[in-house]
């Protein structure tokens, strides 16, 4: 599917982000300054575009290689955590995921936690398209994450990498 940016009062579209593209994985979110980000992969590579709030292009994060990108929690002003999967395989499958943070300010991309996917995201590419409204930035939940090998909820701050298992209790 292409990806719209659309005034919700009107149902008119405000600005075309992405065309339709049988092959790229997509994931978006808002950030809470209003600014939309949109997460592509295309043939092993992932990029992350961010548009302002009127849908305009500001620039492009180019992530490295992976598949299947996650934006999760806007764990600081600006700043919001990317997983994504860098190996072969079904994005359900546990192995291979590795967790990033983006600074949209400084295009800044730095390696987090491997096996790690954030648990809250707005757009979910496994179930649906669904969009809840996102965790505030610093908030608890945006520092949740997923282990999926070993299906744990794990709560890691992004600023220190200190990571703590929530559950199952240790």
Sequence with gaps: DG???VDTASGNRVASLAAPERT?????????????????????????RIFDA???????????GGRWPWLGGEWAPGRVTLGMRTTAGHARDPGGWRT?????????VTPLAG???PAV??????????????????????????????????????????RQVLLPAP
């Design 100 to 108: 990033l943070s983006l600074d949209v300010e400084t295009a800044t």
């Design 121 to 162: 995201a707005a757009d979910d590419p496994f179930y649906g398209r669904r969009v809840v409204a996102p965790p505030p930035p610093g908030s608890p939940a945006t520092r949740l994450f997923l282990e999926l090998d070993g299906h744990r909820l794990v709560r890691l701050d992004p600023a220190t990498g200190e």
């Design 54 to 64: 009127a849908g305009v292009p500001q620039r492009q994060i180019d992530v490295g």
């Design 115 to 117: 096996g790690l996917r």
């Design 24 to 48: 790229a994985l997509r994931a978006a979110r808002f950030l809470a300054d209003g600014r939309l980000l949109l997460a592509e992969s295309r043939r092993g590579r992932v990029a992350v």
């Design 3 to 5: 990806v719209s940016l």
